[in-house]
């Protein structure tokens, strides 16, 4: 342990949870973007708080939320009506932004669900991002709209002092110790600080043809893979992603607003990828266009087996070609857990389509067989 000089609780520094728990967290704050560390961190003092010694029995999202925001955008129907061609009179109108309403830390964002912490059920982290869109869709009306994202507070400080209550100096230790990535360390989790040199290639967000789209997605060829990790801002990811996480990037930075957003039938099994097949429309392999999904499996066929997502963008020697995140199967030295790269069906490739190069090392073959389409509309598509 070290201490503020015997006075205060003490930031553990040997391993406050066993790998299994660790991973839990790990898992948990990734698939809302929260550093999973702070998070274990700070429930590692207050167990020690509460004279316990362990953390087994947190349940992480519940810090988790500490460190998130929901931002509810507003949106009015605005009616017209006019006369068309025939001299008829026609109507219609459109969706006008009016406000956003933010709801910020455990308390507020509690509160938006109607639970306290006596009553909150949630312990995955993509079932509460669920619930909450649900909640979303159900206060709008044909006359008003909400919008509910979740984004994290980019000031920890702040969270750490005002919403979790830490002491001053336990504050400075937990960020050093966040900094140096030791519990990444500790249970040889990779450190998640990536910086890229350059830009993203330029896109007007929510007016992008299927060709910006493929060319945003390149633009990641090697990133690393990580289980749960997602990034839901503008901007190239500081970390390593999941498949699911990869794919709701790109369409972050293409249209503003990620693909997972879809409700999950009853009895399927909540995760990223589900949520992203209920939200897009079935299709067949014949109807692919650069920019739909595959998958490996149904959600609702998958019998225990894990599901896999990837974007497809074009043909490559006549083989369809998707580009994905994928784990350690697709790794090599520099990357162990995986990376972003392109594949196609039964063999491996190294080709690159979208800049008409190669990338290195090749990737391995994956075999997608379930096609679905986002509901987003691009430039040259004729709906």
Not at 164 to 176: M, R, S
Request: proline share 5%; with cysteine; hydrophobic share 35%.
């Amino acid at each position: 342990m070290i201490g503020g000089g015997g006075a205060g609780a003490s930031v553990p520094l040997e391993p406050p949870a066993t790998e299994e728990k660790a991973f839990e967290y790990q898992y948990v704050a990734a698939e809302l973007g929260v550093p999973w560390d702070l998070v274990m961190l700070t429930d590692a003092i207050h167990a020690q708080e509460n004279g316990l010694s362990d953390i087994e029995d947190y349940n992480p999202l519940m810090t988790s939320l500490e460190f998130c925001i929901i931002r509810e955008d507003v949106e009015n129907f605005v009616a017209t009506k006019g006369k068309g061609k025939d001299g008829k009179e026609v109507s219609g109108g459109s969706w006008v932004y009016s406000n956003t309403n933010y709801y910020e830390s455990s308390k507020e964002i509690l509160d938006y669900l109607g639970k306290s912490k006596e009553t909150f059920e949630y312990d995955n982290s993509s079932l509460l991002v669920s619930k909450i869109n649900e909640i979303a869709e159900n206060k709008s009306s044909d006359s008003t709209k909400y919008v509910a994202t979740i984004l994290v507070n980019p000031d920890y400080t702040k969270v750490l002092k005002e919403y979790i209550g830490l002491k001053e100096e336990d504050i400075e230790k937990v960020l050093d110790l966040h900094e140096g990535n030791y519990l990444g360390s500790l249970y040889g989790i990779e450190g998640t600080s990536i910086h890229y040199e350059g830009e993203l290639p330029p896109v007007v967000v929510g007016n992008v043809s299927r060709e910006d789209l493929t060319r945003v997605a390149a633009s990641l060829i090697n990133h690393p893979y990580q289980l749960g990790a997602k990034y839901w801002k503008a901007g190239f990811p500081d970390g390593p992603l999941d498949c699911s996480g990869f794919v709701d990037w790109v369409y972050i930075q293409c249209f503003g607003k990620a693909v997972s957003a879809g409700n999950i039938p009853e009895g399927i099994p909540v995760s990223g990828t589900a949520m992203q097949f209920y939200a897009c429309s079935e299709i067949s392999k014949e109807d692919l266009k650069v920019g739909d999904l595959g998958f490996l499996q149904n959600p609702a066929l998958l019998g225990g087996r894990i599901n896999h997502v990837g974007i497809y963008i074009g043909k490559i020697n006549e083989k369809d070609a998707f580009i994905h995140c994928a784990g350690r199967y697709y790794g090599y030295a520099d990357r162990p857990t995986g990376r972003v790269g392109i594949s196609i069906s039964g063999q491996t490739n190294n080709i690159n389509p979208v800049t008409g190069t190669t990338f290195a090392p090749a990737m391995k073959g994956c075999t997608f067989k379930y096609f679905r389409r986002p509901n987003f509309v691009f430039l040259g598509d004729q709906e």
